[in-house]
């Protein structure tokens, strides 16, 4: 499976990004997926989660409300809808696929592909 991350740019504090994966080599509709962020000299992060049908969703605390998984199983493509972005949401941003469950998950090692990542960055 390929994993291709896109929509991220430089935005004003307050503003909306919606990031796109599009998967390629593989049908993703049985897989959860997860999208995840890494700021320079941090560890990766878990931002949110979503499981095969996308009927169920988990989001890290500090964006409960604010981001928004999505999925179109028909298009082979998750989402990540970022609104009220604030400055701290700066990051690269991986999706991540899960191909041994349709369980969604947090953590990062259930994980077996990642994008190339895309990034964030807000302003101040």
């Known amino acids: 499976v390929q994993l291709q991350a896109s929509g991220g740019g430089l935005v004003q504090a307050g503003a909306s990004l919606r990031l796109s994966c599009a998967a390629s080599?593989?049908?993703?509709?049985?897989?959860?997926m997860g999208w995840f962020r890494q700021a320079p000299g941090k560890e990766r992060e878990f931002r949110a989660t979503?499981?095969?049908?996308?009927?169920?969703?988990y989001y890290a605390n500090s964006v409960k409300g604010r981001f928004t998984i999505s999925r179109d199983n028909a298009k082979n493509t998750v989402y990540l809808q970022m609104n009220s972005l604030k400055p701290e949401d700066t990051a690269v941003y991986y999706c991540?696929?899960?191909?041994?469950?349709?369980?969604?998950?947090?953590?990062?090692?259930?994980?077996?592909?990642w994008g190339q990542g895309t990034l964030v960055t807000v302003s101040s």
């Open positions: 080599g593989r049908n993703i509709s049985n897989y959860a």
């Open positions: 991540a696929a899960r191909s041994r469950s349709g369980t969604y998950s947090a953590a990062p090692s259930v994980y077996d592909y």
């Open positions: 979503i499981n095969w049908s996308g009927s169920s969703t």
